[in-house]
């Protein structure tokens, strides 16, 4: 497929890109996996205090993408990056970058609960703790509740701060997750497939969360539910084959998608 | 289109289609012979035409079942969420020209022998068009022809152009022969429900250029029924 195929659809022209500030800019991304082509020429604009999920089937290179953001790549010894990805116009690709710095900007939360064997409270105190981000203890117990509080965690678990986090259920223990990945105070969320473990009422729960912080963060979320897309973000990107094929706001891209690999994959008309 | 991966979500979607083609098809029977019997005075027939519309209400009911489960089931998405909605849609319109078909068939009843044949000619007049309409419009929803569709949407005018002749023409009987009022008044009601066909029709229309295009028609639909505004002055 030549470049200008791969051009992808700006479906409408996003209201929600003209509403608000960009706050991650990609051009010309490409990831590699030693030879396979995981994503190819890649340029999307993602806006800052809003949703935005990323579909398409698996092995589209959503997650991949996803990864780039915070570097979590960087891990894998055969993957290779080029092209630029700027958050609020910093490369952060860049040599002289941080990426632990980084990683505290943009948090993530994966699609198994992964709590850490420690307490409740530790589990959540970790990150300020490392990052230097609370003065006192009673600053670092401040943070620790109000990141409770803010993951609609708090009043289940306030009277057993000090139980195992891995005692929790497991939609509990995704909360207790989203709840470290906000007590760092991050700017950007990174979601890989956050209710894929969890039970319908505890995906509400998830949902219900991701409303209610969505005003104060850039959320990105991975997600295989077409429904869960078309409830929780405001901008959808539908990923194929390494290919940004389409993106728009959410709710045009769930009733009339521009391009008809959306139009099937959204139907359930795929391959 | 092509197929979905779940096939039986595929049969779901089919067996509403047939559902509506087969509730058009008996819809178009229905006003045929409400025209039929109105014309020729077969009370007979319009007692059939009078008996006949329980099965496009129940057909409307199964469409609504039907597009509720399927909705329930697949979670539908774009245009496949479309095509229930639209179904619905349509249903409910078939199901009112099946009423306004029974209306005017009972009305053959209404109208005595000695009617003169030449006043029931506009009614037919009116009907044959409607029908021809209906007959159109369902084609056009059988394809997916928003193009049709629309061609059909535009050429309502023809209906409601002669509807407004044919209403002052029995104004015109009815102020030469004051016996032909009562008649007349049922024939004014008849075609009454011809041009109200030819508005469920358009509506058909607009709901299929809604299924294939996602949007609906933003032009202007000509309107030429001016009856419901004219000052018609008996003295003069």
């Given amino acids: 497929m030549d470049a200008s195929t791969r051009t992808p659809t700006l479906s409408h ?46 092995g589209c290179g959503k997650s991949t993408f996803l990864r780039s953001i915070n570097r979590m790549n960087d891990t894998i010894p055969s993957c290779r990056v080029t092209g630029d990805i700027l958050v609020d116009g910093k490369n952060i690709y860049d040599r002289d970058l941080d990426v632990v710095q980084l990683r505290a900007r943009v948090g993530m939360v994966f699609q198994k609960p992964n709590p850490f064997p420690k307490s409740i409270f530790e589990n959540v105190a970790y990150g300020p703790r490392i990052h230097g981000i609370a003065k006192s203890k009673a600053d670092l117990e401040e943070i620790v509740v109000s990141s409770l509080k803010k993951a609609s965690l708090f009043d289940e678990v306030k009277d057993r701060l000090d139980h195992s986090g891995t005692s929790l259920s497991g939609g509990q223990q995704q909360r207790l997750c989203i709840a470290r990945a906000i007590a760092v105070n991050p700017e950007i969320i990174l979601m890989d497939e956050p209710c894929s473990a969890l039970d319908p009422i505890a995906s509400a729960r998830i949902e219900e969360l991701i409303d209610e912080i969505r005003q104060n963060y850039c959320i990105i979320i991975v997600t295989h539910s077409m429904q869960q897309a078309a409830r929780v973000s405001q901008l959808t990107a539908f990923f194929h084959l390494g290919d940004l094929v389409e993106f728009g706001d959410t709710d045009e891209m769930f009733t009339t998608p521009k391009d008809k690999r959306t139009q099937d994959y959204i139907t359930g008309r795929f391959g | ?32 012979n409400a025209i039929d019997a109105i014309a020729k005075r077969d009370t007979k027939l319009a007692d059939r035409v009078i008996a006949g519309d329980e099965k496009i209400d129940a057909l409307e009911h199964q469409i609504e079942e039907k597009s509720i489960l399927t909705i329930a089931k697949r979670q539908p998405m774009a245009q496949d969420l479309r095509q229930i909605i639209v179904a619905i849609r349509i249903s409910a319109d078939l199901e009112r020209i099946g009423d306004l078909a029974k209306n005017t068939a009972k009305r053959t009843h209404a109208i005595s022998e000695q009617m003169p044949r030449k006043l029931v000619s506009g009614l037919t007049r009116m009907g044959n068009l409607a029908q021809e309409q209906l007959k159109n419009i369902l084609d056009a929803y059988a394809r997916n022809d928003a193009d049709k569709a629309i061609l059909v949407w535009r050429s309502d005018e023809d209906i409601d152009a002669l509807y407004n002749s044919i209403f002052r023409e029995l104004l015109t009987y009815m102020m030469e022969d004051p016996r032909m009022i009562g008649p007349c008044t049922h024939l004014l009601f008849g075609t009454k429900n011809m041009e109200r066909i030819g508005d469920h029709t358009t509506n058909i229309a607009e709901n299929i250029y809604f299924l294939v295009h996602g949007k609906a028609i933003t032009e202007e639909r000509p309107k030429k029924d001016s009856t419901s505004t004219t000052n018609y002055n008996l003295t003069t």
């Fill in chain 2, 1 to 32: 289109m092509s197929d979905h991966t779940v096939k039986s979500y595929d049969d779901d979607l089919a067996s509403l289609k047939q559902m509506l083609a087969q509730m058009g098809g008996l819809a178009e029977e229905q006003l045929a």
């Fill in chain 1, 13 to 58: 022209n996003p209201r929600i890109l003209a509403e608000r500030e960009t706050k991650i800019v990609a051009h010309d991304v490409n990831v590699y996996y030693g030879e396979k082509h995981a994503i190819k020429d890649l340029s999307i604009d993602i806006p800052d205090r809003a949703v935005s999920a990323f579909i398409g089937p698996s």
